[in-house]
């Protein structure tokens, strides 16, 4: 079984476009996305209560290999600590990729 | 004002603010909410298209919407500068767009209770909607950028997401369409465009109200001035647009309308842009000051008063 790394990446939901433009431009195409994600953090409570979008986040997810990790996670970095929202890694296995 | 007051549609806002004060487990399907909206905006899209294709445009046409640009794109910069050092500078550059650009919803609710009282206006209004949204956004940002100590990125992408987003694009497109479109085919889907419009915003508004009602919560910890900024901004800006409607010498309905615009201030389609070109600005400070303040003020004393003050002096 391949060794991956498992990038979760919660953002609201305008922020993600920019979000998902960083990732494209390092090379990772292939990713899901788990919409309307309730929740509370910094910016208070997540809970879907607008029209706008804005007060919901979305769940991004891909696997990715570490390789491809060392050159993303300075960028993404950067981009979370000037738009907010958060972002973990973990190894994991894949059975298939 | 009591008219104002039992009109159905202020008491669906008035029954979905109490449901959630009372904590009902009342709520309308998000899905719901945008099909709504969307409709609600494609109607009047349509609407001001058909209106604009039976009356020419004209110079008096096209100096009316020069100032309602003019009035979105300056708005922000007397709501920057008059907020002082209360607010932190993304704070006020967030604010001073959402108060510059407008509200759909606010206007939508205005051309009904035109309609109720049967006070005529021009199709342009709807044009002005749509272009009022953008520029007020673009001027937010440019304050921000100026004033701010931190790093601001290009604004390209969230000036481009103001001024294609869905609102402004589907009204737009309705009014291209309401213009080009054949009257016979547009007679045929009027039973969906023109006759469900009154109940579909009766229902909407229901669902504001539970919208306003959950946002409210958020003003408690900003204090007082955070509410009277709230409730002082569109009244400033009325008093601008009647003044500009009585030089101009208006007719009561574009006045009263651009009264409303100017008045109302974005919860939609700002939002949705600020989180992108303003990240650092508080959404928890603006989108209530917008939906849960100034929107239930305009709705239900703000429009009987600006309609009062237009009819004496128009």
């Not at chain 2, 008219?3 to 008491?11: E, G, M, T």
Request: aromatic share 10%.
């Amino acid at each position: 079984m391949d060794t991956r790394k498992k990038l979760e990446i919660i953002v609201t939901n305008p922020e993600a476009k920019p979000v998902l433009l960083l990732l494209e431009n390092h090379g990772i195409t292939h990713y899901s996305i788990i919409r309307d994600v309730y929740g509370r953090g910094d910016r208070g409570i997540q809970d879907g209560n607008d029209l706008s979008d804005t007060f919901i986040n979305v769940l991004i997810i891909c696997f990715i290999t570490t390789e491809t990790f060392e050159v993303v996670k300075e960028s993404l970095r950067a981009e979370l600590s000037r738009q907010g929202g958060v972002a973990v890694v973990s190894d994991v296995s894949s059975l298939k990729h | 004002m009591i008219d104002n007051l039992l009109n159905p549609a202020i008491l669906f806002f008035a029954l979905g603010f109490f449901a959630t004060l009372v904590k009902s487990d009342l709520e309308i399907p998000q899905s719901i909410s945008k099909f709504v909206s969307l409709y609600l905006l494609m109607s009047i899209g349509l609407k001001g298209g058909i209106q604009i294709a039976a009356n020419p445009i004209t110079a008096d046409i096209l100096i009316i919407l020069g100032v309602a640009i003019a009035f979105s794109a300056l708005i922000p910069f007397a709501v920057f500068f008059s907020l002082g050092n209360r607010f932190r500078v993304e704070d006020k550059a967030a604010i001073a767009a959402t108060y510059g650009s407008v509200s759909a919803v606010t206007f939508v609710t205005a051309v009904n209770y035109l309609g109720q009282l049967d006070i005529a206006f021009g199709g342009h209004m709807v044009a002005a909607l749509a272009l009022m949204e953008a520029p007020a956004l673009i001027s937010g940002f440019w304050l921000y950028k100026r004033y701010s100590t931190d790093t601001v990125q290009d604004s390209g992408h969230s000036n481009w997401e103001a001024i294609t987003n869905a609102s402004v694009l589907l009204i737009l497109g309705a009014i291209v369409i309401g213009i080009i479109a054949n009257d016979a085919a547009l007679d045929r889907v009027k039973p969906f465009t023109e006759s469900l419009f009154q109940g579909m915003l009766m229902f909407f508004l229901l669902d504001m109200g539970l919208l306003a009602s959950k946002r409210i919560s958020a003003l408690r910890d900003t204090g007082i001035v955070t509410i009277m900024v709230a409730i002082l901004i569109p009244l400033i800006s009325a008093a601008l647009a009647i003044a500009i409607s009585w030089l101009l010498s208006l007719n009561l309905g574009d006045a009263f309308l651009l009264t409303i615009l100017c008045a109302s201030a974005s919860y939609i389609a700002a939002p949705a842009a600020l989180r992108i070109a303003i990240p650092k600005a508080n959404a928890g400070l603006y989108v209530p000051m917008a939906l849960a303040i100034t929107f239930p003020m305009n709705l239900i004393f703000g429009f009987p008063l600006y309609l009062k003050i237009l009819q004496s002096i128009l």
